[in-house]
Every structure is written in structure tokens, then in C-alpha cells.
């Protein structure tokens, strides 16, 4: 009688879980971060943002890399063009430039140099509905502007901005807020920012995450207003370098996350790409 292999097939999560490896290992071109603590840090949390951007980008509402390096360069003539669907391409206005980003993997980041500097994007009805919202991005700030916002949705609907000059942080999302502590944000110092909110969750529903870390959640009540005339502006005030702005329309799958995130950094320490001491900080850190 001949025998039969029985084959197990691959799970969901274990695909996400490969496609969120070969992108990371991808995108740092395997450069070593060994014996560097700063490469180590910004390698782990490339991880932790192609995992989010892996469990959520079915939901995606916008999407901005800028890697256009000059402007007029989208096909409606716009200077940053958005990668989602929804083509909600932007205007640079009052200075914002290209420069070379140094975060592994990168092309382009956008340099804003204060004052009245800002990008403003388009808006349509699909990309402005939210059963839920999640909003990503990487900053790091020449200076902390009080006020200063680093992307807001007007009209009420969300901000996340630079409270004080003591590096705090705020995300509203229709009149709800919630505050990330003094030292949250630092100069000459690369912060992956997620702001996220799902009305959907009974608590600990609105949360701010910085470098993989939940910094802050608190409960909120309150729908998501669907305003499709409100444009979305990024970089209003600001004084630093922007990198990768995504917006989903959904709220962040924690647990899910954080399974991509550890089998992404396990395949870093495998590779060589993070020391054993490295591997077991990022792991113990979460």
C-alpha cells in the first residue's frame, strides 16, 4: 500500500507573517545593525511598521512616501502623489523639499523648515469614510513646535500634533484626545508614530504607539465623522523631516501585530542582521 504524506497548508498569519520578512529583509538591502544601537532600534521598527502595514493595507485609505523628488511629477500635475486607490495626490506649499532619507530601505523624506510650510492633500468621499482609523508615520523633529501638527484630517475630524516644547504628544479624533507624555518626541532622533482609534472596542480604544511601544490608551466613545470636503494637510508648522505617511481605515490588530513583528525580528537574528543581546531587548521590550 503506498504511503501518503500528509501536507499541512500555510495559515493566514504564516503567509502575512513570510511576506512581512521578505519586505523587511527587502527594504534594509541586509545591511548589518549589529553593534549599532540606533540601526537596531530603526531595524526593529521597520519590522514593527511593515507588519502594520501588512495586516492593515486592505483598509488603506492614503498613502504617501514621498519619493517624487521633484514637484508636478503626479498625473494630475500635483507634487506628492498617493499610492492608495483613492489618488488623493497633494500640493506642496511655503517650502516644504525632497531630501535623501536615511532610514534603511527609504528613497525620499520631505524636510519642512517651519513657519507656514505644509503639504496639502486631496479628499473624496471613499478616503474619508472611517468605521475605525489608524495613522502612521515617521518624524524626526529639528525643533518641537507647540501646536505644530504633523497630520490632520480638518474640520474636527483628526490631528496628531506636538502639544509642547517638551517633546508630548496629542491625537484627537472628533473632540477626543488622548496624550502621549513629555519626551515622547526628540530632536535629530527618528520616531515611528502610530495613532490609532476603533470605536468598535469596548476600552483601551484610542492609543498612541511610538517606536513599537504604547505609550498612551484611554477609552473613548464617539463615531468617526465622514466629512469628505475636509482636506487632509501634513506638516502644518512643523520644523523637521517627514517619512511614509499611511491612513487606514481601520483600528490597529494588536495581537496580530505583534505575531508578524516577533517573526520578523527572530528572522533578523537569524540572518545576522541583529545580535542575540539585540534580539532579546526588542523581544523583552514588547
Known amino acids: 500500500m503506498p504511503s501518503h504524506k500528509r501536507t499541512k497548508a500555510f495559515t493566514l498569519i504564516e503567509i502575512l507573517v513570510t511576506i512581512t520578512i521578505i519586505g523587511i529583509l527587502a527594504g534594509i538591502g541586509f545591511?548589518?545593525?549589529s553593534g549599532s544601537t540606533e540601526k537596531a532600534r530603526l531595524a526593529k521598527t521597520l519590522v514593527w511598521s511593515t507588519s502594520v502595514y501588512r495586516l492593515l493595507g486592505q483598509n488603506l485609505k492614503a498613502q504617501y512616501s514621498f519619493n517624487e523628488g521633484q514637484a508636478s511629477t503626479c498625473a494630475d500635475g500635483k507634487d506628492i502623489c498617493d499610492k492608495s486607490s483613492f489618488g488623493n495626490n497633494c500640493v506642496l506649499y511655503n517650502g516644504p523639499t525632497w531630501i535623501n532619507s536615511d532610514i534603511p530601505g527609504a528613497e525620499k523624506a520631505i524636510n519642512f523648515?517651519?513657519?507656514?510650510?505644509?503639504?496639502?492633500?486631496?479628499?473624496?468621499?471613499g478616503s474619508s469614510n472611517f468605521p475605525a482609523l489608524t495613522v502612521e508615520f515617521w518624524i524626526k523633529p529639528a525643533t518641537l513646535v507647540a501646536g505644530s501638527s504633523w497630520v490632520t484630517k480638518n474640520s474636527g475630524v483628526f490631528t496628531i500634533s506636538t502639544s509642547d516644547t517638551n517633546g508630548s504628544m496629542r491625537f484627537i479624533v472628533n473632540g477626543c484626545e488622548v496624550d502621549a507624555p513629555p519626551g515622547s518626541l526628540k530632536t535629530g532622533q527618528w520616531t515611528h508614530v502610530v495613532a490609532t482609534y476603533d470605536p468598535g472596542l469596548p476600552s483601551d480604544n484610542m492609543k498612541i504607539y511610538l517606536n513599537t511601544q504604547v505609550i498612551i490608551k484611554k477609552d473613548q466613545t464617539g463615531a468617526i465623522p465622514t466629512l469628505p470636503s475636509a482636506p487632509l494637510i501634513i506638516g502644518s508648522q512643523t520644523n523637521g523631516i517627514m517619512e511614509e505617511?499611511?491612513?487606514?481605515?481601520?483600528?490597529?490588530?494588536?495581537?496580530l501585530v505583534k505575531e508578524n513583528y516577533f517573526a520578523g525580528l527572530r528572522r533578523l537574528y537569524e540572518h545576522g542582521e541583529i545580535n542575540k543581546k539585540e534580539y532579546q531587548k526588542m523581544v523583552?521590550?514588547?
Open 245 to 255: 505617511v499611511r491612513i487606514y481605515g481601520q483600528g490597529m490588530p494588536t495581537a
Open 284 to 286: 523583552l521590550a514588547n
Open 31 to 33: 545591511l548589518s545593525f
Open 113 to 125: 523648515p517651519g513657519g507656514s510650510a505644509y503639504i496639502d492633500c486631496d479628499s473624496n468621499s
